[in-house]
């Protein structure tokens, strides 16, 4: 059974950078959409980010400029380069390929 591995959470200062990863633990035919969402104490999960598998993006508003997905095909892999880190972006941070979800990694903004 395909499941989807992330890392690259952690803590960080503000303003600080993390990249997070997830790739596929086995082969996916024919990948559309690769997503990254969080979840915040007491709060619904978000879209972060989408990429098409036309390389076309998404962002939410309060990431927009501060962070960047990407993906490799090959590799069934998606990343999220995220900069200019703020407190209000502490959450657990989920990937999603097609309609399957990954564990989920945390990511704590915090001096």
């Known amino acids: 059974q395909v499941q989807l591995v992330e890392s690259g959470g952690g803590l960080v200062q503000p303003g600080g950078s993390l990249r997070l990863s997830c790739a596929a633990s086995?082969?996916?035919?024919?990948?559309?959409?690769m997503g990254w969402y969080r979840q915040a104490p007491g709060k619904q999960r978000e879209l972060v980010a989408v990429?098409?598998?036309?390389?076309?993006?998404n962002y939410a508003e309060s990431v927009k400029g501060r962070f960047t997905i990407s993906r490799d095909n090959a590799k069934n892999t998606v990343y999220l380069q995220m900069n200019s880190l703020k407190p209000e972006d502490t959450a657990v941070y989920y990937c999603?390929?097609?309609?399957?979800w990954g564990q989920g990694t945390l990511v704590t903004v915090s001096s």
């Open positions: 999603k390929f097609n309609e399957l």
């Open positions: 086995g082969s996916i035919f024919s990948i559309n959409a």
């Open positions: 990429v098409t598998r036309g390389l076309r993006t």
